[in-house]
């Protein structure tokens, strides 16, 4: 079963996908951390999607796309989409992509969740560079401060975390993203994010899939 993970900045899809790796026979594609890794490997992707990502705006679904489509060659089975698709150019796309390999996509959760806890977690979010866990500098916190709990890497805070990019990363999930939620009605399963640990979110998702 192939799932797309939707919500917001912070909403929590990056936890939750850990999660359903973790403790189920999913894989986990996230479109930040491919572009993350080419920035870091100082790829030609990575130089043309810093660009943009530092500006708190979409990287081009051309781009975006082709990577995806890469991914999908080696990956199409029990995938947890986090951050893709991100607007409905992307969704049409992937459909497509995935009805050429007889593939779907077969469930969407959106991960419903207030603007005004959104800036709190993203802005206390720091991320281990090796396996992209992340921890919250408050609710979530790693063991030993600063550490993360698998593999004692230093964590780090994204850059487009940063107070003054986060808004426009908000705008451009309101102007773009959100529309997927209609776009997707008929296989969406929406979760209630609010005032929960990530483990009683995990644990409605897991329920809710159930059915
Ligand atoms: P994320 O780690 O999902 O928050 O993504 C970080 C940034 O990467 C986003 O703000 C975008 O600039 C870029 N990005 C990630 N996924 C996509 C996508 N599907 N389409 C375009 N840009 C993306």
Redo the contacts with the bound molecule.
């Keep these: 079963m192939n799932i797309l993970l939707l919500g917001a900045?912070g909403s929590g899809?990056?936890t939750q996908s850990e999660f359903l790796c973790e403790k189920n026979n999913y894989i986990h594609l996230?479109?930040?951390?491919l572009?993350?890794k080419n920035i870091g490997n100082e790829t030609e992707l990575g130089v043309l999607?810093k660009s943009?990502?530092n500006k708190?705006?979409?990287?081009p679904?051309e781009v975006?796309n082709k990577m995806v489509e890469e991914y999908l060659k080696d990956n199409s089975d029990n995938v947890i989409f986090?951050?893709?698709?991100?607007?409905v150019e992307?969704a049409k796309e992937l459909d497509k992509m995935l009805n050429s390999i007889n593939k779907m996509l077969n469930c969407v959760v959106y991960l419903d969740i207030d603007d005004s806890v959104l800036i709190d977690r993203i802005v206390n979010r720091v991320v281990c560079p090796v396996c992209k866990r992340s921890y919250h500098l408050i609710n979530r916190k790693p063991k030993v401060a600063n550490k993360c709990d698998f593999d004692n890497a230093d964590l780090q805070s994204r850059e487009?975390d940063k107070l003054d990019k986060v808004s426009k990363?908000l705008e451009?999930y309101n102007n773009q993203t959100k529309p997927l939620i209609d776009f997707y009605k008929d296989r969406l399963i929406k979760i209630n994010a609010n005032n929960k640990k990530p483990i009683e979110v995990y644990k409605d998702i897991i329920e809710a899939l159930k059915k």
């Design positions: 900045p899809k990056g996230s479109t930040g951390d572009f993350r999607a943009y990502i708190g705006i979409l990287v679904d975006t986090d951050g893709y698709p991100r607007n992307q487009d990363r451009t």
